[in-house]
């Protein structure tokens, strides 16, 4: 292969696009294409259907991933080992679902969130199989593919600014307000350091998904969005900076400084353990 079509194709941004678009676009054709129509057809209840479809394509895409950087990179693809599973499975939920937690029982305890009744019949399977794709798409590309490939570039340093920056994207959702703009700045700098301290998605992906269950658990907004069911139907009030307001419970100052917490302390964690990567920009 000629050396500057090589350059091209192995440098890091081109590497970063290419792994989107393949991975994305091939899930997108096998559960347009194969899944949907499979299942639909032997499934008449899409509540049903729906969830299994969600699994299998949680599935197809980390395939996607794996077998294509098997291939690029020629390597291990130790960003999904599966060596310690379990332990950032369970610890990863139920840090992310005791964040939110500590911040609802904060709430509880000033008067501004009340409990009125407990019930599954808001909530189906199927918000969560959403929830669980759409955590692993973000913490896939963000943190598996974006993450992994800037650090090996530019260093951990720089690398933490632009997983902070990839997160602005967010910004656009519903009821997205000022202070939105600095917890998706601190979610991007927590979320960047979990990977960067396992070297694994499964830490960031499980705690955004114990994360992400919590809210609408706690009867909560998700992200903005009102429409992602409830276990605990309750009610919010008082001060929108302590409550979250529309944006939900993530929006608390609370809930930011948690998580803003939980990365300095993975940050120093890592410089203590010397998992901090220096940029090769600035080797000789």
Not at 34 to 56: E, G, M, R, T, W
Not at 119 to 128: D, L, M, N
Not at 202 to 230: A, C, E, R, V
Not at 246 to 252: H, P
């Amino acid at each position: 292969m000629n050396q500057s079509i090589k350059k091209i194709l192995y440098f890091p941004i081109t590497k970063i696009i290419i792994g989107i678009v393949v991975c994305f676009s091939l899930f997108v054709v096998i559960q347009n294409f194969v899944l949907k129509p499979f299942f639909y057809s032997i499934i008449q209840d899409k509540n049903i259907a729906d969830p299994i479809i969600h699994c299998v394509s949680i599935i197809v895409l980390l395939a996607a991933y794996y077998y294509l950087f098997r291939l690029y990179d020629k390597r291990k693809i130790t960003e999904l080992s599966l060596k310690y599973l379990l332990k950032e499975m369970f610890g990863g939920f139920i840090l992310g679902f005791s964040t939110i937690s500590l911040s609802i029982f904060i709430l509880y305890l000033l008067g501004f969130y009340h409990a009125i009744s407990i019930t599954t019949a808001h909530y189906s399977i199927k918000f969560f199989t959403i929830l669980m794709f759409a955590a692993l798409v973000e913490d896939l590309f963000h943190r598996g593919l974006i993450i992994r490939e800037c650090e090996n570039w530019l260093g951990t340093n720089i690398t933490i600014v632009i997983g902070m920056l990839v997160e602005m994207q967010h910004i656009f959702n519903p009821n997205s307000n000022l202070f939105s703009l600095f917890f998706y700045l601190i979610w991007g700098f927590t979320m960047g350091m979990m990977f960067i301290y396992t070297k694994r998605i499964w830490l960031p992906f499980f705690f955004h998904l114990g994360w992400n269950f919590s809210q609408p658990f706690y009867g909560s907004n998700l992200t903005g969005l009102n429409d992602m069911g409830s276990i605990i139907q309750s009610k919010f009030n008082g001060p929108e900076l302590l409550t979250g307001g529309g944006v939900g419970i993530e929006g608390s100052i609370f809930t930011a400084t948690f998580l803003l917490l939980i990365g300095i302390a993975l940050y120093y964690r890592a410089k203590r353990e010397g998992k901090i990567v220096k940029s090769k920009l600035f080797k000789r």
